[in-house]
Nanobody, 125 residues
Framework: QVQLVESGGGLVQTGGSLRLSCTAS????????MGWFRQAPGAEREFVAA????????IYSDSVKGRFTISRDNVKNTMYLQMNSLKPEDTAVYYC??????????????????WGQGTLVTVST
């Protein structure tokens, strides 16, 4: 089983940048895809970005494509989400996820192997 801990959230002005990190522990010797979901107040949870075990295959939601970059360092068991050109609508709790199945399964967000506790990102106007 994999455990996930996010960090890097905070308050930033519109147009600013933040970098989220997610560190995995536990059963990290098995390959797994990782990704980010977010949930704004009063809204449904939504997929943000995902990355395969090899770090080459990535998927982004249309709302963040071109502004966010997902990456991972398997030596450090850490995944990153570089968020640039932030907008107020990016305000949400961001959750790190991991799953041993395909990227497509992770994107759907159902019954994934592991979720982090979430980190709050607030973008002010």
């Amino acid at each position: 089983q994999v455990q996930l801990v996010e960090s890097g959230g905070g308050l930033v002005q519109t147009g600013g940048s933040l970098r989220l990190s997610c560190t995995a522990s536990g059963r990290t010797f098995s390959p797994f895809s990782m990704g980010w979901f977010r949930q704004a107040p009063g809204a449904e949870r939504e997929f943000v970005a995902a990355i395969g075990w090899n770090g080459v295959n990535t998927i982004y939601s249309d709302s963040v494509k071109g502004r966010f970059t997902i990456s991972r360092d398997n030596v450090k068991n850490t995944m990153y989400l570089q968020m640039n050109s932030l907008k107020p609508e990016d305000t949400a709790v961001y959750y790190c996820v991991a799953d041993a199945r395909s990227l497509g399964t992770l994107v759907r967000g159902n019954t994934l192997d592991a979720w982090g506790q979430g980190t709050l990102v607030t973008v002010s106007t």
